[in-house]
């Protein structure tokens, strides 16, 4: 079946404006999950979502970062007054209900110019 | 706070060498541990992953890596590489029942040399 999906591929945008980025899980995936990978380091855990549970926020850097999901369908990340530090791939992974493996989409690589 | 560490930053290499990538994590619990493997202009994908039982885990490709619970660390082996293993490899743990997060090390970028 298909992977993960992740849109747009590539957003550039100046600083100060609002960015959405979007999520599309593989069928059935209850856990979805994003990660921010800045250029030279390792990904870093931002928002967790497992089916209708409160979602695990404790990784998101400051208020500008938010997402939501509903249900076990597609995830949005919302970045407001974009900064240049926010420059980065923007990666989501979801799992099924083991939560054994994440599977990975290709990324968003966000400039914020 | 929960950390990896992974040791080498670049690691280069000839084909038919063998190779050894260390993995440090810092948490006293139980973990979940992973190895992801990254190839030029894909997404990442899992290599390996230990939960439970034979420390000694076998991943795809002829990797494995080895548990050692008293040293915290899992490292990742292959006897002979080859020039197709050029990637980037990340460690990652997840804490036992907090949801399956990741905590990755920064990342080891494989360059191997035909």
């Known amino acids: 079946g298909a992977g993960v999906s992740q849109s747009p591929s590539n957003k550039v945008t100046e600083k100060g404006k609002d960015v959405e980025l979007r999520c599309d899980p593989i069928s059935g995936h209850t856990a979805l999950y994003w990660y921010r990978q800045r250029l030279g380091q390792g990904l870093e855990f931002l928002i967790y979502f497992q089916g209708n549970s409160a979602p695990d926020k404790s990784g998101l850097p400051s208020d500008r970062f938010s997402a939501e999901r509903t249900g076990e369908s597609v995830s949005t990340l919302t970045i407001q007054r974009t900064q240049q530090e926010d420059s980065a791939v923007y990666l989501c992974?979801?799992?099924?209900?083991?939560?054994?493996?994440?599977?990975f989409g290709p990324g968003t690589r966000l400039l914020v110019l | 706070a929960q950390s990896v560490s992974q040791h080498n930053h670049h690691v280069i290499l000839s084909e038919a060498a063998s190779l050894e990538l260390g993995c440090n994590y810092s948490?006293?619990?139980?973990?979940?541990l992973f190895w992801y493997v990254q190839y030029p202009g894909q997404h990442l994908q899992l290599l390996l992953k230990y939960f439970s039982g034979d420390p000694l885990v076998k991943g795809i490709k002829g990797f494995e890596a080895e548990f050692i619970k008293s040293k915290f660390s899992f490292n990742l082996r292959k006897p002979s590489v080859q020039w197709s293993d050029t990637a980037e490899y990340f460690c990652?743990?997840?804490?036992?029942?907090?949801?399956?997060?990741?905590?990755f090390g920064q990342g080891t970028e494989l360059s191997v040399k035909p």
């Open positions: 948490y006293g619990g139980t973990v979940n």
């Open positions: 990652a743990v997840s804490i036992y029942n907090q949801g399956g997060k990741l905590i």
């Open positions: 992974a979801t799992s099924d209900r083991t939560q054994e493996t994440q599977y």
